[in-house]
């Protein structure tokens, strides 16, 4: 109830500032803590690969035996719901607390930074919590993929004016192009400034090192791919990634089934990570989800990733999709979450868009039709990954752009048209598609 109110506090003073083109208090809040913080010299972050605990955030009031006023804990800014501070480091040569809150003597700008530092105790939202209200609503959440500043951006502004929750997704190859450190701070940023639900997941995770790399960097659930492996292999690989997970509050997404798409379909027979081939056997899923303790499951039933689909008349597997939810139903799973992989749409326009600017797409591009994502949402489909649909949009506005001006060199005007164009297929995505508009607060 409390935080429903500070949200609808601090929606409204976003709109309000985005009505007169000015940054919101919110925003200067978090500028002011931001500049508070590197005045303090505790923005310290742990270095992905060391993952040795750092000092005990310090506490206000109490002094440490090396004589030094300790932080005050409402600032430590965990991302991670399970209060598990993340940012750690305490400079001997900071000054006090009271020394910077000297500085701010309007009323208004402490009640919002209180605001704000609730706030930052609770960032991010679980993904538990997530699934748990998108099955309940019936719809989907929408789970985009991260790779820089500006899809961020324009995935978080779309939800935001939507009122939808969603999942940022960030893949091993986003966190080697960005950096982990880079993205975990882009994302901080845009959860200070947003009022929506926001929960951040490991797309693809290879190793248990790297699903536990994002465990300890808080992430609220991460996934292990371990789909190419045989059956039992594949149960060894998940069942350690999800004892571990669940020990620090976080849960995991595996994979039954081999994502190659329909065109390399062998049938019933083929294949050795499941019996009915690369797709998912619901009967193997049970087994699965009841060997493993994952909490949710990535079904195989023809989808794959990027631009090439399926060919001819090939399409989803959207009864093999019923088989699955209704073998856990039975089983005594309830109303188990699965998820969709690989569910751009690879919208004709945008490929045509494309290739018209100086693009050479094959003509055989083809995705998901969105009437087949409306059933597998209603089939149970409680994740949706999208990451092609936004590559797509931001290549064909930016080849627009050199197109119609060869002569522009300024990244703002390619970049901004970019995320511009993004923002508008998330959105058409969450309110059309996935149904997840509205839900944000529910
Ligand atoms: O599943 C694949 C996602 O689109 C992520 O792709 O590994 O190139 O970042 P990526
Ligand atoms: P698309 O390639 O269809 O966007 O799928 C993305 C995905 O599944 C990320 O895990
Ligand atoms: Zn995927």
Not at 41 to 52: G, H, Q
């Amino acid at each position: 109830m409390v935080l429903h109110v500070l949200h609808e506090l601090m929606r409204r003073d976003l709109q309000t500032a985005a009505q007169n083109h000015e940054q919101p208090a919110v925003g200067k809040v978090w500028e002011y803590e931001q500049s508070s913080l590197q005045m303090n010299n505790i923005s310290k972050w742990r270095s992905p690969r060391s993952l040795e605990p750092l000092p005990l955030p310090l506490v206000e009031g109490e002094s440490s035996s090396d004589g030094l006023q300790r932080r005050c804990p409402l600032r430590v800014n965990s991302w991670n719901s399970s209060k598990r501070p993340l940012h750690r480091g305490a400079s001997p040569s900071r000054p006090s607390r009271e020394t910077t809150c000297q500085n701010v003597s309007n009323f208004y700008f402490v009640f919002l930074k209180r605001l704000s530092m609730l706030r930052a105790l609770m960032p991010l939202t679980h993904t538990r919590e997530l699934f748990a209200k998108a099955l309940k609503g019936k719809y989907a959440l929408g789970a985009f993929n991260v790779n820089n500043m500006e899809l961020l951006q324009a995935i978080i502004e779309a939800c935001e004016e939507e009122k939808a929750p969603v999942m940022l997704q960030i893949s091993k190859g986003a966190r080697q192009y960005a950096n982990p450190v880079y993205l975990k701070k882009l994302i901080e940023a845009a959860v200070s400034l947003s009022t929506i639900p926001i929960a951040v997941h490991l797309d693809h995770g290879d190793t248990f090192e790297l699903c536990k790399e994002c465990i300890d960097e808080g992430f609220t659930s991460v996934m292990i791919d371990a789909s190419h492996e045989p059956f039992e292999k594949n149960v060894e690989i998940t069942k350690k990634v999800v004892d571990y997970a669940h020990k620090h509050n976080c849960v995991v997404e595996s994979e039954l089934g081999h994502l190659v798409g329909a065109q390399f379909d062998e049938g019933e027979e083929g294949g050795a990570h499941s019996t009915s081939g690369h797709y998912t056997e619901p009967n193997e899923a049970v087994q699965f989800v009841q060997e493993t303790g994952c909490d949710s499951l990535a079904v195989a039933i023809g989808n794959s990733h990027g631009a090439y689909k399926f060919k001819g008349t090939q399409h989803l597997d959207l009864e093999r999709l019923k088989l699955i939810k209704k073998a856990l139903m039975d089983a005594g799973l309830g109303d188990y979450p699965l998820v969709l992989h690989g569910a751009s749409s690879v919208p004709k326009d945008l490929a045509e868009e494309i290739n018209k600017y100086g693009g050479k797409l094959g003509t055989d591009t083809a995705g998901v039709p969105e009437a087949d994502i409306e059933v597998a949402r209603r089939t149970g489909c409680t994740k949706v990954n999208i990451d092609t649909d936004l590559r797509l949009a931001m290549t064909a506005a930016i080849r627009k752009v050199f197109f119609e001006n060869p002569k522009e060199f300024d990244p703002r005007k390619y970049v901004g048209p970019a995320r511009l164009k993004v923002k508008e297929l998330v959105r058409h995505k969450i309110k059309n598609v996935l149904c997840s508009a509205g839900h944000a607060f529910d």
